[in-house]
């Protein structure tokens, strides 16, 4: 198994609704539906984001 460690340090936020993904120069970036980000990004429901060879997909509840 892979360990995922790495994770834990990924900038991620939930303000009103709104998933934030930020880059903080990582070694390997963050790449969300195939491409390379290089600063903060709203992600949407259904958005891909892979991490390393990690690679998670975004579904946000429809309940507020």
Request: net charge positive; proline share 2%; aromatic share 4%.
């Amino acid at each position: 198994n892979e360990e995922l460690s790495y994770l834990a340090g990924i900038p991620i936020a939930v303000k009103d609704n709104i998933v934030t993904i930020d880059d903080l120069d990582s070694t390997n970036g963050i790449f969300i539906n195939g491409m390379k980000i290089g600063k903060s990004i709203n992600l949407k429901s259904g958005d891909k984001i892979k991490i390393g060879t990690a690679i998670f997909k975004l579904i946000k509840s429809e309940k507020n």
